[in-house]
């Protein structure tokens, strides 16, 4: 117990990092997963395989290994970075990207097809049918899944440990060698800080997901 | 009748086929509809009247054949199709009014996203044609908290809001309960004496008695008679037309 205390200043250090790889990589795997959703449900032919493509590849593959693609392979390949934090977020936001795609997929699905073919009959191109019409609807069904999603993504996070990276589960590997009597409360005290991000997400999505009941 | 020449029809098909796989729903169809003419398409249910409206605005897509409106052949997908749904107004049988955006939104919306319209233009033009149907008391309320017969008037009006050349109806009541029925179909008859071009599929016989100038009689995805509605209902000339209306006649 006293090891968690003497080693607060670690702890606080690696929560933040924990925090900034979640989010960072959080709004990435937003933005890259709901175009990927666009590109599945779109009229050309390319861009629905592509989409399809992508998202069976990285979200069959272990995280673990795109880890090694991004902080290996990519350098190799001529993509230099300077710190291993941005291996860390190329990997969380590929991978995320994929389940995001996904989730907003099934959402966009369960909004009505007569919502669409109204809106294209109104005159309006492909993506004022999405943007205007279809996404919002459909971010009511697809909120509790992101939620979900992005728990998972702050706890992949610590495969960034692995990597160089002194994030929350990084700094707990170092605690446990530092004090190698209290490794219990060392892990403890890891878990407890993971818990401080992804509690409040659940309750968040609980949040949301009466809000969503209401709106009903 | 007049014989219509295909080159200044507004809607015209020509030799359209569509398949649903084994399925031939529209067989070689060929259907001219002038300026300001209302026609109704009438048919038992899997006669492909249905499919035959969607495809005009392509909703549906053909096999082969083409379909032009005002002289101009139906694009392919992108921009060029959006331009010209911007002048095909439609309304649908289960309406399909933006769950999410208010009754004078849905009314707004493709005139300001699509024609770049002011929103204080749109606002009152939009307003207007509310009047016009008799909802526009209701301008601020979701579509959710309408009753179908003002949905579906809202529909029309949405649709009308475009300026659009023709306006298509897929079964416009037949999701309605019948207390309701006349209050979309009086707004329909409104539209045809105003001239509008209406291309109509109905189980409305009393409508096409009395807005149609010609009615289209449509069985196993062909067009089986094209007449005025006199000549339809008092002489129909296929026995399948004539077996229909009989049908429709002992209850």
């Given at each position: 117990m006293d090891a968690v205390i003497a080693s607060l200043p670690e702890y606080w250090d690696g929560f933040l990092r924990t925090l900034y790889l979640s989010i960072i990589s959080g709004i990435i795997a937003l933005v890259v997963g709901t175009l990927l959703a666009a590109m599945r449900v779109s009229p050309v032919a390319a861009?629905?395989?592509?989409?399809?493509?992508?998202?069976?590849?990285?979200?069959?593959?272990?995280?673990?290994?795109?880890?090694?693609?991004?902080?290996?392979?990519?350098?190799?390949?001529?993509?230099?970075f300077e710190q291993f934090e941005v291996a860390a977020i190329i990997a969380l936001s590929s991978y995320t990207a994929?389940?995001?795609?996904?989730?907003?997929?099934?959402?966009?699905?369960?909004?009505?097809?007569?919502?669409?073919?109204?809106?294209?009959?109104v005159g309006m191109t492909f993506t004022q049918v999405l943007g205007f019409i279809v996404l919002p609807q459909a971010v009511r069904t697809v909120i509790p899944p992101l939620i979900?999603?992005?728990?998972?993504?702050?706890?992949?996070?610590?495969?960034?440990?692995?990597?160089f990276v002194l994030e929350l589960f990084g700094y707990g590997r170092q605690l446990s060698n530092d004090y190698g009597n209290q490794v219990l409360w060392i892990l403890l005290g890891v878990a407890f800080f993971y818990l401080l991000i992804t509690v409040p997400l659940g309750l968040l999505a609980h949040f949301v997901e009466r809000k969503v009941a209401i709106a009903r | 009748m007049t014989t219509q020449a295909s080159?200044?029809?507004?809607?015209?098909?020509?030799?359209?086929?569509?398949?649903?796989?084994?399925?031939?729903?529209?067989?070689?169809?060929?259907?001219?509809?002038?300026?300001?003419?209302?026609?109704?398409?009438?048919?038992?249910?899997?006669?492909g009247k249905s499919t035959l409206c969607r495809a005009i605005n392509r909703l549906e897509t053909i096999d082969d054949g083409d379909i032009a409106i005002d002289g101009k052949k139906?694009?392919?997908?992108?921009?060029?199709?959006?331009?010209?749904?911007?002048?095909?107004?439609?309304?649908?049988?289960?309406?399909?009014?933006?769950?999410?955006?208010?009754?004078?939104?849905?009314?707004?919306?493709g005139p300001i996203k699509v024609k770049k319209v002011a929103k204080g233009t749109?606002?009152?033009?939009?307003?207007?044609?509310?009047?016009?149907?008799?909802?526009?008391?209701?301008?601020?309320?979701?579509?959710?908290?309408?009753?179908?017969?003002?949905?579906?008037?809202?529909?029309?009006?949405?649709?009308?809001?475009?300026?659009?050349?023709?306006?298509?109806?897929?079964?416009?009541?037949?999701?309605?309960?019948?207390?309701?029925?006349?209050?979309?179909l009086d707004v329909m008859i409104q539209l045809a004496k105003e001239g509008m071009t209406?291309?109509?599929?109905?189980?409305?016989?009393?409508?096409?008695?009395?807005?149609?100038?010609?009615?289209?009689?449509?069985?196993?995805?062909?067009?089986?008679?094209?007449?005025?509605?006199?000549?339809?209902?008092?002489n129909p000339k296929s026995t399948r037309a004539k077996d229909f209306l009989s049908k429709l006649l002992t209850h």
């Amino acid at each position: 117990m006293d090891a968690v205390i003497a080693s607060l200043p670690e702890y606080w250090d690696g929560f933040l990092r924990t925090l900034y790889l979640s989010i960072i990589s959080g709004i990435i795997a937003l933005v890259v997963g709901t175009l990927l959703a666009a590109m599945r449900v779109s009229p050309v032919a390319a861009l629905r395989g592509f989409s399809m493509f992508y998202v069976e590849v990285a979200r069959n593959t272990p995280l673990t290994i795109i880890f090694f693609f991004a902080a290996i392979v990519l350098p190799r390949l001529g993509v230099k970075f300077e710190q291993f934090e941005v291996a860390a977020i190329i990997a969380l936001s590929s991978y995320t990207a994929a389940f995001i795609a996904e989730a907003v997929r099934s959402g966009v699905n369960s909004v009505p097809v007569g919502q669409a073919e109204a809106a294209r009959s109104v005159g309006m191109t492909f993506t004022q049918v999405l943007g205007f019409i279809v996404l919002p609807q459909a971010v009511r069904t697809v909120i509790p899944p992101l939620i979900n999603i992005l728990i998972a993504l702050v706890k992949n996070s610590s495969v960034a440990g692995a990597f160089f990276v002194l994030e929350l589960f990084g700094y707990g590997r170092q605690l446990s060698n530092d004090y190698g009597n209290q490794v219990l409360w060392i892990l403890l005290g890891v878990a407890f800080f993971y818990l401080l991000i992804t509690v409040p997400l659940g309750l968040l999505a609980h949040f949301v997901e009466r809000k969503v009941a209401i709106a009903r | 009748m007049t014989t219509q020449a295909s080159g200044d029809a507004l809607v015209s098909l020509n030799g359209v086929n569509k398949h649903y796989g084994q399925l031939h729903v529209l067989k070689d169809i060929n259907l001219q509809v002038q300026k300001g003419e209302v026609v109704v398409v009438i048919g038992p249910s899997g006669s492909g009247k249905s499919t035959l409206c969607r495809a005009i605005n392509r909703l549906e897509t053909i096999d082969d054949g083409d379909i032009a409106i005002d002289g101009k052949k139906l694009p392919e997908e992108g921009k060029d199709l959006a331009h010209l749904r911007a002048d095909v107004g439609m309304v649908f049988q289960s309406f399909n009014l933006f769950a999410h955006k208010t009754i004078l939104e849905n009314v707004t919306l493709g005139p300001i996203k699509v024609k770049k319209v002011a929103k204080g233009t749109a606002d009152k033009e939009a307003m207007a044609l509310l009047e016009r149907v008799g909802v526009g008391h209701q301008a601020p309320k979701l579509p959710a908290q309408l009753s179908g017969g003002q949905q579906q008037r809202v529909a029309i009006a949405r649709a009308l809001a475009m300026k659009p050349k023709v306006m298509l109806f897929d079964e416009p009541t037949s999701a309605l309960d019948p207390e309701m029925i006349n209050e979309v179909l009086d707004v329909m008859i409104q539209l045809a004496k105003e001239g509008m071009t209406m291309i109509v599929v109905t189980h409305e016989m009393g409508f096409a008695r009395k807005a149609a100038d010609r009615v289209v009689f449509m069985a196993d995805g062909q067009i089986v008679e094209d007449a005025t509605p006199e000549e339809f209902f008092t002489n129909p000339k296929s026995t399948r037309a004539k077996d229909f209306l009989s049908k429709l006649l002992t209850h």
